[in-house]
Nanobody, 123 residues
Framework: QVQLVESGGGKVQAGGSLRLSCATS????????MGWFRQAPGKEREFVAA????????YYGDSVKGRFTISRDNAKNTMYLQANSLKPEDTAVYYC????????????????WGQGTQVTVSS
């Protein structure tokens, strides 16, 4: 089972940027599609972005298209989320995930979750 550790969260003013990282353990990193979900207090978890096993195909939730970029470096066993032009509504705990099935949008497709990293965007 893959272990996931997020980092890079913090507090930033609206319009600023953060780069989130997700470090993974296990030698089978390359076989997994990965992604990010987020959850604000009192709200349902929301799909943010996903990336296929090789890193060549990406998907984004409508709320972050054009602002966030997902990438992965399999040699470093690390996935990234570059979050630009941040808005207060981006405030949430961001979770790194590894998928166990192919439908990236749905939580039921997630096999492993990280512990989460807090992103707070002030206006």
């Amino acid at each position: 089972q893959v272990q996931l550790v997020e980092s890079g969260g913090g507090k930033v003013q609206a319009g600023g940027s953060l780069r989130l990282s997700c470090a993974t353990s296990g030698r089978t990193f390359n076989r997994y599609a990965m992604g990010w979900f987020r959850q604000a207090p009192g709200k349902e978890r929301e799909f943010v972005a996903a990336i296929n096993w090789s890193g060549g195909i990406t998907y984004y939730g409508d709320s972050v298209k054009g602002r966030f970029t997902i990438s992965r470096d399999n040699a470093k066993n690390t996935m990234y989320l570059q979050a630009n032009s941040l808005k207060p509504e981006d405030t949430a705990v961001y979770y790194c995930v590894v998928y166990s099935s192919g439908s990236y949008y749905y939580e039921r497709s997630v096999g492993s979750w990280g512990q989460g990293t807090q992103v707070t965007v002030s206006s």
